[in-house]
């Protein structure tokens, strides 16, 4: 078949292995190669290493598979049917979207060496060096938001992405016009200021960057903003305009509750044993039973919840760890010293 029939044939076989969109676009030089320096040189990647390692493939994803030509840019929806809590952002609520696309990924690529006995390929699902969302637009999929998230009409920004870089010659999609206008919902909505003017984040500054990536302690300027959050933040999705009135995502990124439906005064009173077992499954072993433990005191302390206080004294009897966390929460639930009410308190 030619490459227009092969192309069309691939798009149908990605949605029959249940992806929810499909484009492609060359494997040369990425688009938006100047904003990832903009970036960088802002600072903006919060000292992410990774970001700055093996910028080539990053920047070109044919230096990522010899004779590479296309690149099989993929979406899965996961908005969930309801709502439910905010403590656990919406792309965590069910499995491990990395298990989830790597699986669907390799079937697809089986279904397309049935179809095209000459296809060589490698896929990527969310951890490998490619810049998926620019790709993602590049094919087509969507337009890069206010916010830095990639919008697929009909589904909005709650896709996670995959890519399969491929040898086969295919014919490219066009790319969609970006149609968030003059809409500034989302720079609006972000709780710490992370999103900026040209559509760049400062991770240094970004709830889900500091909720899963960062290792360390936390600015202690911005504990008053981080609202009740343990992993993740939909602050700038949920104020998108393009994310309402969407149906609901995939079943495997949304049917599990996450945390076993636990709320914040049940995970106040865990330990590691018992967040393995809840977490099992879940992209939330993204972090570790030190990052979701200072998340929780962070979360409690903002919760304005008074029924939290004793389960914080117990954290406080247990060691020295996140002490001035806990003391900051407690003032702010009206427990402790009160001069750690406030960033500019002794506590911080």
Known sequence: MNGD??????????????????????????PRAERLHTWLDRGYDAGLAFMRRNLAGRLCPSELLAGAQSVICLAVGYAPATDGEALV?????????????????????????????NFSGRAFGGSAPLMARSLAAAAGLGWIGHNGCLLVPGFGSYCVLAEIVCNLPLPPDEPIPNRCGDCRACL??????????????????????????????IDPALWPRMGVRLF??????????????????????TSAAPLGGAGLANVLGWDEAAWQKATEGSAMRRITWDQFLRNAILAAGNSGDSSLVSRLRVLQAAGPDQAALIRWALARLGEGDKSFDSPGGQGV
Not at 188 to 205: K, S
Request: charged share 25%.
């Open 188 to 217: 609006a909505a972000c709780p710490t200021g992370a999103l900026q003017e040209d559509g760049l984040v400062d991770a240094r500054r970004c709830i889900s960057y500091l909720t899963i990536e960062h290792r360390g302690g």
């Open 89 to 117: 952002a919406r792309f965590a609520r069910g499995q491990d979207y990395h298990a989830v696309l790597k699986a669907r990924c390799r079937a697809l690529m089986e279904a397309i060496r049935a179809a095209e006995p």
């Open 5 to 30: 029939e092969l192309a069309q044939t691939i798009k149908r076989l990605a949605r029959r292995m249940g992806f929810a969109a499909a484009g492609i676009t060359g494997a040369g030089s990425m």
């Open 232 to 253: 993740g933040c939909d602050a700038c999705q949920a104020a998108c305009p393009h994310n309402r009135n969407l149906p609901a995502g995939d079943a495997e990124l």
